[in-house]
């Protein structure tokens, strides 16, 4: 299974603890996790390698010239490194057929291979939304997106490589962020939605990439059929995704409901 992380040295630690709570979760899998940074130190990447103890993997580092990027829209919450995965069809091995991106600031809960093995049916990703209602009406307007546009968060994609480069180059993602800087308000987010459209499978956020305010969503829904628990996480949630301002391993005392899973593997 090849997973890829972009990180810069600020996210080693919760890197570690996602890559910990992989290796207790799948304990059966064997992975190459690409990490692509631009600069990452060799004790850093012997902690993330130390992580991975109990597990068959291999750690890759990409290294990404330090200019790429500069100029592009960030958030207060975001750097260079989190544009890195729109290189991922130049900066990962040809023979790179399928991979995983996965943020730092996740836990797995349990096993990957359902998801991995996802039929893409001729898409190029496949993601689950977090944005909802009149949230999601805002984003398609203002991208001008189609109405039926899911718009995936970008923090959990399983992608199609192949099809990938057949789709997008460098060159043609630079040129789109030169021309359009002053709408990508969620950075390199809007650009995968923007470039990708019409080519992105919806999966369960619930499952596959569940965060705070989605929990929140869920969990206040009318009906009980609709609605998620605690319980229900622990029974079904794959990715649970610690986006967002507050962050488990920054606060001693953890505004979320979700902050048990982040306590239970940063100590294995």
Request: aromatic share 12%; with cysteine; hydrophobic share 35%.
């Amino acid at each position: 299974m090849n997973i890829l992380v972009t990180l810069d040295s600020n996210y080693v630690y919760p890197l570690c603890v996602m890559l910990r709570s992989l290796a207790e979760t799948n304990r059966n899998g064997s992975f190459d996790i690409y990490v692509a940074h631009s600069s990452l130190t060799d004790s850093d990447f012997s902690r993330i390698s130390n992580a991975l103890s109990g597990v068959q993997a291999r750690v890759h580092s990409i290294t990404v010239g330090d200019g790429f990027f500069e100029d592009a829209p960030k958030l207060a919450r975001t750097s260079k490194e989190t544009y890195y995965r729109l290189l991922i069809g130049e900066i990962l091995p040809r023979e790179v057929h399928r991979i995983l991106y996965i943020d730092p600031d996740t836990v797995i809960n349990k096993s990957l291979d359902e998801f991995y093995n996802l039929d893409l049916g001729g898409n190029i990703l496949a993601g689950g939304t977090h944005v909802y209602g009149i949230h999601r009406k805002i984003n398609i307007a203002r991208l001008k997106l189609k109405k039926t546009s899911c718009y995936v968060n970008a923090g959990v994609m399983l992608i199609d490589l192949d099809k990938w480069r057949q789709t997008v180059t460098s060159k043609k993602i630079f040129d789109f962020i030169s021309e359009n800087q002053k709408k990508l308000v969620l950075a390199d987010q809007d650009v995968i939605n923007v470039l990708f459209e019409d080519k992105m499978l919806a999966v369960d956020e619930r499952i596959y990439n569940l965060d705070e305010k989605t929990y929140c969503y869920y969990s206040l829904k009318p009906f009980a059929k609709d609605r998620i628990s605690l319980d229900w996480v622990r029974k079904n949630t794959v990715i649970i995704h610690f986006n967002g301002k507050h962050k488990p391993w920054r606060e001693k005392k953890y505004r979320g409901r979700l902050g048990e899973y982040f306590e239970k593997y940063k100590n294995i």
